[in-house]
């Protein structure tokens, strides 16, 4: 829940850094967005007292609150730069830690290379997973405000479930259906304040979406 709070985070940092203001409809959109995910899970809370909890709790916040710094800055960047070449750059340098730490901790001598199922995954992840994955955000982030574009991460866990449902027999109950129709309705907030006049930035000047 914690996690998917990054378009509220990252539409105020946008505002703040960016001179982004979306319409009142659409922050609306986003409260009501992130009020599905709370809704689907509210049915997984336990464990509040604990200690391993309450780190993993203080994880999840950093790496969100650094989810949307980047996403700002990709939105910067994503208007002065080829989004092909900050895709890269981006892949190239998280790539070398990891590589070093696969290194010290695993065991790639264990890797079967010539597996269909392992090439087929290992394609899957880095081409449409990855790749282009991470050059659409980038073009997008260039021609739409971010809280616009960011309104649509709300339907990531579903989108998770659907997969889920579909090939690991899990089951949605009441709560989820209802998290996803507010996480929907958000989203379409969003996109109803976009389609009505020009958004314009807290210095005046319009920003022709």
Known sequence: MIANSQPLIAAILALVFLFERLRPIQYVGLGVGFLGIV???????SGGGQIG????????????S???FSNVLM??????????VAMAAQLLLGAIP????ALMLDHPSQIQWRSPAFLLALLGLALPGTAMAYWLWFWILGRVPLGRANAYTFLTPFVALAFGVMYFDERTNAMMIA???LATFGVVLVERGAANPQLHDVRGRSDGV
């Not at 990891?98 to 730490?101: E, G, H, Q, S, T």
Request: charge should be positive; glycine fraction near 10%; charged fraction near 10%.
């Open 39 to 45: 809704v689907t899970s509210l049915p997984q809370f």
């Open 53 to 64: 909890f309450s780190i993993g709790l203080a994880y999840i916040i950093l790496s969100t």
């Open 66 to 68: 650094g989810i949307a």
């Open 75 to 84: 939105k910067t960047l994503g208007t002065r730069i080829d989004p092909l």
């Open 98 to 101: 990891l590589i070093v730490m």
């Open 179 to 181: 998290g996803l129709v």
